[in-house]
C-alpha cells in the first residue's frame, strides 16, 4: 500500500493534464499558456497535455479577472474537474483583478470562488513562469495523493498557496 | 487449441503480459515521433505508464440509473475484446488456431470503435454524440476496404484460418492486400488525418468527453491495445514464415514498431480533413484498391 502511494504521488507529479478555462480574460495570457506547449517550450516533456474536457483534467489553469458572467461558469467547471485537483491562476488578474479593479461589471479575484493553489503575476506572464507554475501544481497534487489518510473525515486540505517568481 | 495454450496465449503472449506494456510502448513511440518530427523533445518514455496510473487514482463522477451502468460498461467491453484481439494474432509458428478465427478477429477489432459510438451516445452530450456519428460513418466507409481485402486473401486460400493466411508466401495478391490495410490504419486508430472521431479542437474530446479517472485510463488501454492489435495483423500477414519461435516473436514486434513508426510520421506530417472529404476518401480513392484485390483474389481462386 505504501508503495503504491508513493507510485501514484510519482504519477501525479509527471502527469498533469490540463484544462485552460477564460473567465473574461483579455487573451493575452491565453496565447502565452498557448505558447508554453508549442515547441519552443514544449512542455509535454514535463507530461503536460491540454485537454480539451474538463472531465480529463489535473490542473484548472484559469485566466482572466472573473467577470460576473463568468462566475456561474467557474464554478460550474471546477466542479466537473474531478479530484484530486489544482488550480492555478495565470496573470495579475485572477489575483487581483488587475487595472479592471473596482469595475462593476466584475466579481472577481478569483478566490472568492474557489481555491487557487499557484498564483503566476504578469501581464502577460512569460510561458516559462506559467510551465513553472504548472509544475509546482503538479508537485502539490503529488502531496496530496502522499497524505490521503489526513482528509478522511471529509474536509479537503487547505490549499497551500504558493507565488512563482521568474 | 487446447485451454492451457489459450490461457497462455491470452494472459501472457500475444496476450496481457505483453501486449499491455506493447500498448504503451506503441502509445509513446507515437507522441515521441510526432514531437520529433516537430522539433521538440517529448514525453519521457514511462509517460503512458505515468498517465494510467495516475488516472486510476482519480474520482470517477457519479453516475445513476441504466445510462450511468452503459456508460462504465463500454471502456470494460472495448478492453476485453482488444486484448483478446491481440491474443488471436498468429504470433508463433505451429500455435493451434481454429477454424474461421479470423472472423473472430475482424468482430474483435471492430468492437473498441462500436463501443467508442455507443459510449458517446449514450453519454448525451453534444459534443460526443458529434464525435459518435464522425465515428460510425467513418467506420462504415473504411471497413468496406479493410475488410474486402482481408477476406479477399481469405477467400483466395479457401480458409479462414489465421495461421494458414499468416504463412502464405509473398505475392501480388498479399502485398496488395496489405496496403490496402495500410490505408485503412489511421482512420481505424483515429489519428491524423482521420482523427474525426476525437478532433480535440473541434469538438473536445468527442465520446470521450463525460469520462473521468479510471474509465477514462481503460479507454486509453483500450486504444493502446488497438494499435497493438491492428499494427500486429499487418505485421504477421507482412512477416515471413518463420520457424523458430522466439525469432519470430522477434520479427513481429520489429515489424509491428515499424508499422507505428510509418503511421506516426503520416500523421505528424498531415492536417485533420474534413468528415465528408475522409468518407470520399474511403469510398473513391481506396475502391480502386478493393476491386483490384477481390478481382486479383477470384483470379487466383479460378487458377487453383
Same mark, same amino acid.
Given at each position: 500500500?505504501?508503495?503504491?502511494?508513493? %507510485?501514484?504521488?510519482?504519477?501525479?507529479?509527471?502527469?498533469?493534464?490540463?484544462?485552460?478555462?477564460?473567465?473574461?480574460?483579455?487573451?493575452?495570457?491565453?496565447?502565452?499558456?498557448?505558447?508554453?506547449?508549442?515547441?519552443?517550450?514544449?512542455?509535454?516533456?514535463?507530461? &503536460?497535455? %491540454?485537454? +480539451?474536457? =474538463?472531465?480529463?483534467?489535473?490542473?484548472?489553469?484559469?485566466?482572466?479577472?472573473?467577470?460576473?458572467?463568468?462566475?456561474?461558469?467557474?464554478?460550474?467547471?471546477?466542479?466537473?474537474?474531478? +479530484?484530486?485537483?489544482?488550480?492555478? !491562476?495565470? #496573470?495579475?488578474?485572477?489575483?487581483?483583478?488587475? &487595472?479592471?479593479?473596482?469595475?462593476?461589471? %466584475?466579481?472577481?479575484? %478569483?478566490?472568492?470562488?474557489?481555491?487557487?493553489?499557484?498564483?503566476? =503575476? #504578469?501581464? =502577460?506572464?512569460?510561458?516559462?513562469?506559467?510551465?513553472? #507554475?504548472? !509544475?509546482?501544481?503538479?508537485?502539490?497534487?503529488?502531496?496530496?495523493? #502522499?497524505?490521503?489518510?489526513? =482528509? !478522511?473525515?471529509?474536509?479537503?486540505?487547505?490549499?497551500?498557496?504558493?507565488?512563482?517568481?521568474? | 487449441?487446447?485451454?492451457?495454450?489459450?490461457?497462455?496465449?491470452?494472459?501472457?503472449?500475444?496476450? @496481457?503480459?505483453?501486449?499491455?506494456?506493447?500498448?504503451?510502448?506503441?502509445?509513446?513511440?507515437?507522441?515521441?515521433?510526432?514531437? @520529433?518530427?516537430?522539433?521538440?523533445?517529448?514525453?519521457?518514455?514511462?509517460?503512458?505508464?505515468?498517465?494510467?496510473?495516475?488516472?486510476?487514482?482519480?474520482?470517477?463522477?457519479?453516475? /445513476?440509473?441504466?445510462?450511468?451502468?452503459?456508460?462504465?460498461?463500454?471502456?470494460?467491453?472495448?478492453?476485453?475484446?482488444?486484448?483478446?484481439?491481440?491474443?488471436? @494474432?498468429?504470433?508463433?509458428?505451429?500455435?493451434?488456431?481454429?477454424?474461421?478465427?479470423?472472423?473472430?478477429?475482424?468482430?474483435?477489432?471492430?468492437?473498441?470503435?462500436?463501443?467508442?459510438?455507443?459510449?458517446?451516445?449514450?453519454?448525451?452530450?453534444?459534443?460526443?454524440?458529434?464525435?459518435?456519428?464522425? /465515428?460510425?460513418?467513418?467506420?462504415?466507409?473504411?471497413?468496406?476496404?479493410?475488410?474486402?481485402?482481408?477476406?479477399?486473401?481469405?477467400?483466395? $486460400?479457401?480458409?479462414?484460418?489465421?495461421?494458414?493466411?499468416?504463412?502464405?508466401?509473398?505475392?501480388?495478391?498479399?502485398?496488395?492486400?496489405?496496403?490496402?490495410?495500410?490505408?485503412?490504419?489511421?482512420?481505424?486508430?483515429?489519428?491524423?488525418?482521420?482523427?474525426?472521431?476525437?478532433?480535440?479542437?473541434?469538438?473536445?474530446?468527442?465520446?470521450?468527453?463525460?469520462?473521468?479517472?479510471?474509465?477514462?485510463?481503460?479507454?486509453?488501454?483500450?486504444?493502446?491495445?488497438?494499435?497493438?492489435?491492428?499494427?500486429?495483423?499487418?505485421?504477421?500477414?507482412?512477416?515471413?514464415?518463420?520457424? $523458430?519461435?522466439?525469432?519470430?516473436? @522477434?520479427?513481429?514486434?520489429?515489424?509491428?514498431?515499424?508499422?507505428?513508426?510509418?503511421?506516426?510520421?503520416? *500523421? *505528424?506530417?498531415?492536417?485533420?480533413?474534413?468528415?465528408?472529404?475522409?468518407?470520399?476518401?474511403?469510398? $473513391?480513392?481506396?475502391?480502386?484498391?478493393?476491386?483490384?484485390?477481390?478481382?486479383?483474389?477470384?483470379?487466383?481462386?479460378?487458377?487453383?
Amino acid at each position: 500500500m505504501k508503495l503504491w502511494n508513493r %507510485l501514484m504521488c510519482t504519477c501525479r507529479r509527471r502527469s498533469p493534464w490540463l484544462f485552460h478555462m477564460n473567465s473574461g480574460s483579455c487573451n493575452g495570457c491565453d496565447i502565452e499558456l498557448v505558447a508554453a506547449i508549442t515547441p519552443r517550450y514544449d512542455a509535454e516533456q514535463l507530461g &503536460v497535455r %491540454l485537454e +480539451g474536457s =474538463p472531465r480529463h483534467a489535473d490542473i484548472l489553469c484559469i485566466t482572466g479577472p472573473v467577470t460576473r458572467n463568468a462566475v456561474g461558469a467557474v464554478k460550474t467547471v471546477y466542479g466537473q474537474v474531478p +479530484g484530486p485537483k489544482a488550480v492555478v !491562476a495565470i #496573470g495579475s488578474c485572477p489575483a487581483t483583478t488587475n &487595472v479592471f479593479i473596482d469595475s462593476r461589471t %466584475l466579481d472577481g479575484p %478569483l478566490e472568492k470562488h474557489v481555491p487557487v493553489d499557484v498564483f503566476v =503575476p #504578469g501581464c =502577460p506572464p512569460r510561458p516559462d513562469a506559467i510551465i513553472a #507554475g504548472i !509544475a509546482q501544481a503538479a508537485a502539490i497534487l503529488a502531496e496530496r495523493a #502522499g497524505n490521503t489518510t489526513a =482528509p !478522511a473525515a471529509g474536509v479537503s486540505p487547505a490549499p497551500a498557496s504558493a507565488e512563482v517568481n521568474l | 487449441m487446447n485451454i492451457t495454450t489459450a490461457l497462455l496465449r491470452i494472459l501472457i503472449f500475444p496476450g @496481457l503480459l505483453f501486449a499491455v506494456p506493447a500498448a504503451w510502448f506503441f502509445l509513446w513511440t507515437e507522441r515521441k515521433a510526432v514531437a @520529433l518530427m516537430q522539433g521538440r523533445v517529448g514525453p519521457p518514455f514511462m509517460q503512458p505508464f505515468y498517465d494510467f496510473v495516475k488516472l486510476l487514482g482519480k474520482e470517477i463522477p457519479a453516475r /445513476e440509473g441504466i445510462a450511468g451502468a452503459l456508460l462504465r460498461l463500454w471502456p470494460l467491453l472495448a478492453v476485453s475484446s482488444a486484448g483478446g484481439a491481440v491474443a488471436l @494474432l498468429p504470433v508463433l509458428p505451429a500455435y493451434g488456431g481454429f477454424q474461421g478465427d479470423l472472423i473472430l478477429l475482424l468482430a474483435l477489432l471492430e468492437m473498441p470503435s462500436v463501443c467508442i459510438i455507443a459510449a458517446g451516445f449514450s453519454s448525451r452530450s453534444v459534443f460526443s454524440e458529434i464525435g459518435s456519428a464522425r /465515428e460510425a460513418v467513418l467506420s462504415v466507409s473504411y471497413n468496406v476496404v479493410f475488410l474486402l481485402a482481408i477476406l479477399s486473401i481469405a477467400a483466395s $486460400q479457401h480458409t479462414f484460418r489465421l495461421d494458414a493466411i499468416a504463412q502464405l508466401p509473398a505475392s501480388p495478391l498479399l502485398w496488395l492486400g496489405i496496403v490496402a490495410l495500410l490505408v485503412c490504419l489511421p482512420a481505424k486508430l483515429h489519428i491524423n488525418p482521420f482523427s474525426l472521431p476525437n478532433a480535440e479542437q473541434e469538438i473536445y474530446s468527442g465520446p470521450m468527453i463525460e469520462y473521468a479517472g479510471p474509465e477514462l485510463a481503460m479507454w486509453e488501454l483500450s486504444h493502446g491495445l488497438e494499435w497493438v492489435a491492428a499494427t500486429g495483423l499487418v505485421a504477421t500477414l507482412a512477416a515471413p514464415h518463420i520457424s $523458430q519461435a522466439w525469432i519470430a516473436a @522477434l520479427v513481429f514486434a520489429a515489424l509491428s514498431c515499424a508499422i507505428v513508426l510509418l503511421l506516426s510520421i503520416v *500523421a *505528424a506530417a498531415t492536417a485533420r480533413i474534413a468528415i465528408d472529404k475522409s468518407v470520399r476518401f474511403y469510398w $473513391q480513392c481506396t475502391l480502386a484498391f478493393a476491386v483490384l484485390v477481390l478481382s486479383s483474389a477470384i483470379f487466383v481462386r479460378f487458377r487453383s
